[in-house]
């Protein structure tokens, strides 16, 4: 169930929570028997204030327990079906201007525990910088005044996330560790061919420490795609 609440054009508070139950017995479920038996958990309580800034831009800025989701859901999701239900607590903030849009957040996940409420991780800091725009092609006029042609855009997501976690176990030990992710997605048409691709590539770069020794992370990924319609 949720809720959306708006005060004027510039406040609002959505909340979201779930309830599930299901009549298995806890050991097959693999739960935890001496635990209350808690089937519900809030997966979003924020408020959000957005306001004119200067101009033709507009900004804003959330506080609360909130499911993230940007881009095409590779880095930042919720995880649904997927993945355990991924919600943090933190803060964000965005400013607009037609196509641009520049957006961040500084946050804590939030672990799910089996029949209890989710707990806030404390050991760790997740937070990124997300800059989006497009590209647009717009057909000159005809004679009479209508278009020759389509409009074709191309999507543009430079992004930048940050982790930095305690007490991560790695194959070589257990360590601090300290991660960046460089990524950038662009999708669109291929002009007026009919044919839309999308791409995406990531570098991660980070370090982990401990008392016994020191590692260096290097790990990449690329997704192309392509399609016609």
Aim: hydrophobic share 35%; no cysteine.
């Amino acid at each position: 169930a949720h809720a959306d609440l708006h005060l004027g054009s510039k406040f609002r508070v959505f909340g979201e929570g779930l309830y599930s139950h299901s009549s298995i017995d806890q050991f097959r479920l693999g739960s935890i028997p001496e635990a209350p038996n808690i089937n519900g958990d809030m997966q979003n309580l924020f408020a959000e204030f957005s306001t004119p800034v200067a101009g033709r831009w507009n900004g804003g800025v959330w506080g609360g327990r909130r499911e993230l989701q940007f881009g095409h859901e590779r880095m930042v999701s919720p995880g649904n079906w997927l993945l355990n239900q991924h919600t943090y607590d933190g803060a964000g903030a965005w400013i607009q201007n037609g196509n641009h849009r520049v957006e961040g957040f500084v946050t804590r996940p939030h672990i799910p525990v089996p029949d209890m409420f989710s707990r806030r991780d404390d050991e760790t800091v997740f937070s990124g910088l997300f800059y989006t725009t497009a590209l647009v092609n717009r057909p000159p006029v005809a004679a009479a005044g209508a278009p020759a042609g389509r409009e074709t855009r191309i999507n543009l997501q430079p992004y930048v996330l940050h982790i930095k976690r305690e007490d991560v176990t790695f194959v070589q030990h257990t360590a601090n560790e300290d991660r960046w992710t460089f990524g950038l997605l662009a999708y669109g048409d291929v002009g007026r061919t009919g044919f839309d691709f999308e791409y995406e590539g990531m570098f991660q770069y980070g370090r982990y420490n401990t008392g016994f020794d020191k590692g260096m992370v290097h790990a990449h990924s690329t997704t192309i795609e392509m399609g016609y319609r």
